[in-house]
């Protein structure tokens, strides 16, 4: 009995989150993107890296609580926010999270991600990086 609900909660747990990613075809690669919510609790913002010029700023998780696997990072995911010229939205977004609130935010796998199923949809991170997504240089937060 024990084995076929090691079984059941590990295909609900492939299936929820391949639910979740987008696949966006790019001109040379597909990019994967996702919503993810950052639940009270259930992360940090790296005080020490702060809410650097260009609005970058990183969120740590620890990684039993990312729905995709990256078995060579050993304690977080660091989510990145990279620089751009807008700051405005990514401040909001900075405050929010140093308040510790739940934040539904839109996560950009490339260019760290193996495709291991194509599928049904499965994924893992090389690296303990993933990045908020961007378009046209500044944070997009829709699939």
């Given at each position: 009995?024990?084995?076929n609900l090691i079984i059941f909660v590990l295909l609900f747990a492939t299936v929820s989150y391949a639910e979740l990613i987008k696949v966006n075809p790019g001109k040379y690669f597909d990019y994967y993107h996702m919503q993810y919510e950052l639940k009270s609790g259930e992360y940090t913002v790296n005080k020490n890296y702060g809410f650097n010029q260009g609005g970058q700023f990183e969120v740590l998780v620890p990684k039993q609580f990312f729905p995709i696997s990256a078995p060579n990072c050993k304690k977080n995911i660091i989510i990145r926010m990279p620089a751009s010229d807008t700051e405005e939205q990514k401040k909001a977004l900075y405050e929010k999270l140093m308040a510790g609130k739940s934040v539904v935010v839109t996560?950009?796998?490339?260019?760290?991600?193996?495709?291991?199923?194509?599928?049904?949809?499965?994924?893992?991170?090389?690296?303990?990086?993933?990045?908020f997504r961007q378009k046209l240089g500044n944070y997009y937060d829709r699939l």
């Open positions: 009995m024990n084995r996560l950009e796998l490339n260019p760290y991600v193996n495709i291991i199923n194509e599928s049904p949809l499965k994924l893992e991170l090389q690296y303990c990086n993933v990045f």
